[in-house]
């Protein structure tokens, strides 16, 4: 029977070895005990003796040549005259892995955490991290899911709400001007508000009335048509301040910029001469160039400049608000929504439409008085919106 | 001074024996020394993980020893403790699968080569002389209850006798009078170190007996009747008079300390000469003198032994893996508060 | 059921008759435990009570006679051995280590351990840096070691029978600057079980944990923070090693505040594994970091001053508690 020398693992550490010397060679007979080889390590140079008697047919590993531990290096037979037959163990070395025990058992892992303490009911469940960040961000606890382990918020559900970054933009030139002009002419105008509320069942009915007719306009459309009016009666409101110069402008025409919000921000296109304009035809400019302004198509003269500015925020139906005035003009007018309202009538309480109109000034140009004035003009030019027909030129 | 060895008739104790008896004894010697053989050779092949400290060489004494004395003590010794697992009665299967780390090995593969038990063998110890305490403790065990007849047998290297843990045994032993058998198999190397280096006086026993108050002799550890013979005469002694032994058994180590021990220290030629008082040769001889045994027989009975082992390190290479899932059980042992 | 008005000592003098009258395999070892009466008094007249042979004077010869109780455990003896304190036990320190607690686990469950290592442990009064080592953690950190440490005669006596009839090995470690302490037990037999912690103190504020001597500075910072309206409930861990975290945890779901003291260092001690579990089980319900007051990183000093600052003081552990109040 043949059987096979392996290279010996000398050492725990060991993994693989150099032949330093054959002390038998092919065709010796070996007994069991005699010095077989040396072997070189990473340690040291170690003699190794035969296992079993037997006859050395075959050195597979050369002196010099290095084998791993287990690899065959000589091929025996217990007789002399037996031919070598290399066994299956030559192709497949046992490597002595250890088998799958034959006992069901659970893959090693990692004692896996003891569960937390049941929280019961009372107790919000959130990390110290979360519970920072939701503080630092103004986020109401109680209305986040969260995913950490037993329904714990954890500091990634804060940022699923999409405001989980403080981020620091930097401004598109539209709000860079914006910001600019606003922040100039809110803090070195001295801004003065006046209020109007006025009754506006007849401006609804006349628009109703109109679109029978088949001529759409809107809301704004009126106030501009309105306002224009009352500032030629009133051309102390139609004016502005030179602040480089310290001067009083006095406009020679009506122009009245209406303010657009856009995605980015807002600009003011420009209804020139707007007291000489038919209703309808302020309604179709003001449109045009709303749908304009919207695809970034103004030109610079169509928005630079102007006399008088209108803001609306009716169509949220807000109830009334203040504007910033549009420098160098003098005065802008906010319009907010029609409202239904119990009013005074004949003395009686009865339902009504109001819509309230703030008027802010520059005091240094307009006193509270003309800015009264104006609006009073303008409140009756809207309580008998007949006005608005009439052509001016 | 030289020592003396201790007198023992040996043609009486052969015939004391009796073949049987005596072949018997060979039996055993050949099974540790084969059974070491190819455990070994599976640790050169990487099939046994840790260290491994093999008796070959030094089979007489414990074996005289049990055969002597009868299982029915309590026996403690080293690392070096497959043989008196063997022959306390551990299957070579059982131990075998031990140094494969398999559920079905002597300790459910915890404890590995170093750490061997039966029911009457207190292990297998790692530390060098921590068992000596333990064997005293035995010892102490067998006086409180009032058992006579049995005695502790503790077996140690020389390298351990400088330890404090052999020296406040013994101390304890003499002073209270503990039915403590104390065996230094002094193979003259302690690892790497020649015992003349370690310990400061040259007779183990003699000299360091009587500093204790106790009795001490050396013994041929090479020579088994020799050491059938005095392990006798101690066991009886102890059993009338319950005195602590402190006993030097000479004896070589033909292999290194463990298996990865290139053991340098010591020249070729002197491990040969050693090989040439093998205790089983020695045996063999002395059988083959009064005619109950040939070259026949012995090859026989040698042949059985590798088989044997063989057939072991087939059991062990066949046997599962301890589960997984029973790491952490059986820490501490079971309660009955 | 009646009281006795007796001290630590003679508490734990009782378990230890008590459990030598009830097993005939129990016996007593240590350095003068017998003629001298106990170091600390212990022992005292056991020795005239039992005789030689079941109460031991051993030389002084740790190593031998800690293996030797050992030995005797494993071959059916139930050792109680004293070590005239834990400090001397680091001479015997591989024998509890390497045989004690590892040999039921190593031998394949086939030798057990009964056996029960005893003695004072931690500062006493000035004895410098070579006698006064608190050990639970040293110890604590090997599985197949049970660690306990009463801190008043009640538990002394309860849980020391427990350690004599456990079936593994035990470090019992007690308390010389306790051993006066007088408390009212009952006189019938009762066992306290190893492994479970007891709320000495209700409270509602924070849970201020600890055990052995420490106990006695917590109670007394505890009525000091009442004072300030913080109640602090109380935890006497009793048992080191297997660790009763459950009563810990169902304290801090009601307080969510923990202060952790023992007399240990602050590396690696006890109170480093007791927080350690707390944030793990109990993360949801801490609305403050655990803190923790343990001896200060230096050898024990000699002097009065030196040896009063680095141990764990009432002071500390206040300023502790309010720090996260």
Same mark, same amino acid.
């Given at each position: ?46 003699? *190794? ?19 791993? &531990? ?21 192709? *497949? ?118 679109? *029978? ?20 009666? *009133? ?118 439409? &109001? ?10 140009? &307009? ?22 027909l009439v052509t001016h030129v | 001074m030289a020592r003396s060895i201790f007198p023992v008739d040996r043609a009486h104790i052969l015939q004391q024996l009796g073949k049987t008896d005596v072949l018997e004894a060979l039996k055993k010697m050949l099974l540790i020394r084969n059974f070491e053989i190819r455990a070994e050779a599976a640790y050169l092949q990487g099939k046994i993980g840790g260290f491994f400290h093999s008796y070959i060489g030094q089979e007489a004494i414990q074996t005289a020893a049990v055969m002597a004395m009868g299982m029915n003590n309590w026996w403690i010794t080293s690392y070096r403790c497959h043989a008196l697992a063997l022959l306390l009665g551990a299957t070579p299967d059982s131990i075998m699968a031990e140094f494969f780390g398999r559920v079905t090995g002597n300790a459910k593969g915890r404890g590995g080569s170093m750490h061997l ?221 | ?325």
């Open positions: 029977m043949t059987f096979i020398v392996t290279m010996p693992k000398l050492s725990p550490t060991m993994e693989t070895g150099t032949i330093a010397k054959w002390h038998k060679k092919e065709g010796d007979q070996v007994a069991a005990g005699d010095l077989l080889l040396e072997v070189s390590t990473d340690k040291a140079t170690v003699e *190794h003796n035969a296992l079993d008697p037997g006859y050395l047919r075959k050195i597979l590993v050369q002196e010099g040549q290095e084998a791993a &531990v287990n690899q065959p290096i000589a091929l025996f037979t217990e007789k002399v005259d037996e031919p070598v037959s290399v066994p299956e163990e030559t192709a *497949h070395p046992q490597t002595g892995a250890p088998k799958p025990s034959q006992e069901a058992s659970a893959p090693a892992a990692a004692t896996p955490p003891p569960p937390p303490v049941e929280v019961k009911g009372e107790r919000l469940l959130i990390s110290p991290l979360a519970r920072k960040l939701a503080k630092e961000q103004g986020i109401n606890t109680t209305q986040i899911k969260g995913t950490g382990p037993g329904g714990r918020i954890v500091s990634r559900d804060l940022a699923q709400k999409g405001e989980m970054k403080t981020q620091e933009i930097a401004l598109t030139p539209m709000r860079k001007v914006i910001s600019q002009r606003l922040q100039q002419a809110k803090s070195t105008i001295p801004h003065f508000y006046v209020e109007q509320t006025i009754q506006a069942d007849a401006l609804v009915d006349f628009r109703e009335q109109l679109s *029978h007719l088949g001529t759409k306009v809107s809301y704004n459309d009126c106030v501009v048509k309105a306002s224009a009016l009352a500032l030629r009666e *009133h051309p102390q409101v139609n004016s502005g301040f030179n602040a480089s110069n310290q001067t009083l402008i006095q406009f020679g025409s009506i122009d009245i910029s209406v303010a657009v919000s856009l995605p980015e921000g807002l600009i003011t296109p420009i209804v020139f001469q707007a007291d000489k304009k038919e209703l309808q035809q302020i309604s179709t400019e003001v449109r045009t160039l709303a749908v304009k302004a919207k695809e970034n198509k103004l030109e610079p003269r169509e928005f630079q400049g102007g006399s008088f500015t209108i803001s609306n925020l009716g169509m949220f139906g807000i109830t009334r608000f203040s504007a910033i005035i549009n420098a160098p003009q003098a005065c802008i007018l906010a319009v907010g929504g029609i409202i239904d309202t119990p009013i005074i009538k004949n003395g009686a309480i009865v339902p009504g439409k &109001v819509m309230t109109l703030t008027l802010s000034c520059d005091h240094r140009v &307009v006193d509270g008085v003309a800015g009264a004035k104006f609006l009073k003009t303008l409140q009756n030019l809207l309580e008998n919106p007949a006005h608005l | 038990y039966t029911e009457r063998l207190l292990g297998g110890f790692g530390i060098v002389g921590g068992q000596v305490p333990i064997a005293i403790g035995a010892a102490f065990s067998l006086k409180y209850q009032g058992i006579r007849d049995q005695a502790a047998i503790c077996f140690l290297g020389d390298g351990a006798v400088p330890q404090g843990a052999f020296h406040e045994s013994m101390n304890l032993a003499a002073l209270w009078s503990l039915p403590c058998l104390t065996v230094i198999e002094n193979n003259e190397w302690g690892m790497g170190t020649a015992v003349a280096k370690a310990v400061s006086v040259p007779r183990l026993a003699e000299d360091k007996a009587p500093g204790y108050g106790m009795e001490g002799f050396t013994l041929d550890g090479m020579d088994f009747l020799h050491c059938y013979g005095a392990f006798l005469t101690f066991s009886k002694n102890m059993q009338a008079n319950s005195r602590p032994i402190l006993v030097e058994a000479l004896t070589q180590r033909f292999k290194g300390h463990s298996v990865s021990d290139p053991g340098l220290y010591r020249t070729k030629e002197s491990v040969k000469e050693h090989m040439g008082r093998d205790p089983i040769l020695l045996l063999k001889q002395e059988l083959e003198q009064v005619g109950w045994l040939d070259e026949e027989t012995f090859t026989a009975l040698d042949t059985q032994a590798r088989e044997t082992a063989l057939a072991a390190l087939k059991f062990a290479e066949e046997s599962p893996w301890p589960d997984l899932a029973t790491l952490e059980r059986d820490v501490f042992a079971p309660e009955n508060l | 059921m009646t009281t006795q008005l007796i001290d630590m000592r003679e508490a734990l003098r009782q378990a230890l008759n008590e459990e030598m009258e009830r097993d005939a395999n129990v016996f007593i070892m240590g350095e003068e435990v017998g003629e001298y009466n106990g170091a600390y008094k212990v022992t005292k007249g056991m020795l005239e009570k039992w005789g030689p042979k079941r109460v031991l004077d051993t030389p002084i010869s740790e190593l031998g006679f800690a293996g030797l109780g050992i030995g005797a455990a494993m071959t059916g003896l139930r050792p109680v051995v004293e070590f005239m304190s834990f400090n001397f036990s680091f001479v015997a320190a591989d024998q509890i280590i390497s045989n004690a607690a590892k040999m039921y686990y190593m031998s394949g469950n086939r030798f057990s351990v009964p056996i029960v290592f005893r003695g004072p442990n931690g500062a006493a009064a000035q004895v410098s840096s070579q006698h006064s080592h608190c050990v639970e953690s040293m110890y604590g950190v090997l599985p197949g070691l049970i660690i306990v440490t009463p801190s008043n005669a009640y538990s002394a006596k309860g849980l020391l029978k427990s350690a004599i009839r456990s079936n593994n090995p035990v470090l019992f470690l007690e308390s010389e600057l306790s051993y006066g302490d007088k408390m009212e037990i009952p006189t019938e037999e009762y066992l306290v079980p190893i492994g479970q912690a007891r709320v000495v103190r209700p409270g509602k504020n924070l849970t201020l944990v600890s055990h052995s001597h420490m106990i006695n500075k917590c109670l007394k910072a505890a009525e000091e923070l009442a004072k300030g309206g913080i109640e602090a409930e109380v935890i006497d861990l009793q048992t080191i090693r297997p660790l009763d975290i459950e009563t810990v945890l169902t304290s801090i779901k009601k307080t969510n505040r923990a202060v952790l003291v023992e007399e240990g260092h602050y590396f690696s001690g006890i109170a480093a594994e007791v927080a350690f579990e707390i944030q793990e089980k109990a993360f949801d319900y801490l609305d403050a970091p655990v803190l923790r007051v343990c001896q200060r990183e230096t050898p024990m000093p000699y002097s009065k001053v030196l040896e009063a600052e680095t141990l764990p003081n009432v002071p500390r552990i206040v300023a502790a508690c309010r720090s996260i109040a």
